[in-house]
């Protein structure tokens, strides 16, 4: 806990991970938009493509923004007191449990503060969210996200608008069309998710070899106490 080299590596990564996640989807939505069709960056490695996931991980339970972040906090709950219990040699650990951290905070920060309508609005052949923006004596100001000075706006009387709820910015796609053109993986991610999932393998694989390869300082103790006569 006071090993100084130890926090700057956990928390430079967090933060440079977080900064990255944050400025890549913003750039992404102000950039293309919403719902767009698939971009090519590099032929058959990699597409952008902007989605809202109101779910977890598949889209699952979407429109839970609560008991997302009860999740996500107890998670990073979870972080900081591995992080407390590792040694000031582990630092792989710690860069790993810096992209979780990152990555976390990230999605996290999304429910919070992306917050658009439940229900999409069928909009040039495809559903878009759409985002409160104000309010005045006809009812209540929507435009579609991400809002802007130039977009349309609509009003929505105040007894029909539909529950907000907390959205996550994905834009990152795999291509996966390699047999017949069906899509094999057809989910789209972001940052953080690349950050928990290369963390969270960066961890696995740590307490794998732990499970296999005892630590050195509990070998020294043993070989120290000597072996029965």
Same mark, same amino acid.
């Given at each position: ?5 130890? @926090?700057? !590596? ?12 944050? &400025?890549?989807?913003? &750039? ?14 590099? +032929? ?14 598949? =889209? ?20 900081? *007191? ?7 040699? !582990? %630092?792989?650990?710690?860069? /790993? ?11 996290? @920060? $999304?429910?919070? @503060?992306?917050? #658009?309508?439940?229900?999409? %609005?069928?909009?040039g052949g495809h559903a878009v969210y759409m985002v409160i923006t104000g309010q005045n004596a006809r009812g209540v100001i929507v435009q579609a996200y991400p809002p802007s000075e130039e977009g349309r706006t609509f009003v929505v009387p105040? $007894? ?9 910015? $994905?834009?990152?796609?795999? +291509?996966?069309?390699?047999?017949? =053109? !069906?899509?094999? &993986? +057809? *989910?789209?991610?972001?940052?953080? $998710?690349?950050? #928990? ?10 307490? *794998? !070899? ?17 072996? +029965? /006569?």
């Open positions: 806990m006071r090993h100084f080299p130890s @926090y700057l !590596r956990f928390f430079v990564v967090a933060a440079v991970g977080l900064v990255l996640d944050l &400025w890549s989807k913003h &750039w992404a939505f102000h950039t293309f938009g919403q719902g767009h069709q698939p971009r090519v960056i590099i +032929p058959r490695v990699l597409e952008f493509q902007t989605m809202l996931n109101p779910g977890a991980l598949f =889209g699952i339970g979407g429109g839970q923004t609560l008991i997302f972040l009860i999740a996500s906090t107890c998670a990073l709950l979870l972080v900081f *007191w591995m992080f407390a219990q590792t040694s000031p040699r !582990r %630092w792989a650990l710690q860069i /790993a449990l810096g992209g979780i951290l990152a990555g976390a905070l990230g999605n996290m @920060y $999304d429910r919070v @503060y992306v917050k #658009l309508l439940q229900n999409p %609005w069928p909009r105040a $007894d029909e608008v539909p529950d907000e709820v907390g959205f996550v910015r $994905d834009f990152i796609k795999i +291509p996966t069309r390699w047999f017949g =053109g !069906r899509e094999i &993986w +057809p *989910w789209v991610f972001n940052v953080a $998710d690349m950050l #928990l999932v290369g963390g969270v393998a960066i961890l696995a694989i740590h307490l *794998w !070899r732990d499970r296999k390869h005892p630590r050195l300082d509990e070998r020294n103790t043993v070989d120290s106490r000597g072996s +029965p /006569a």
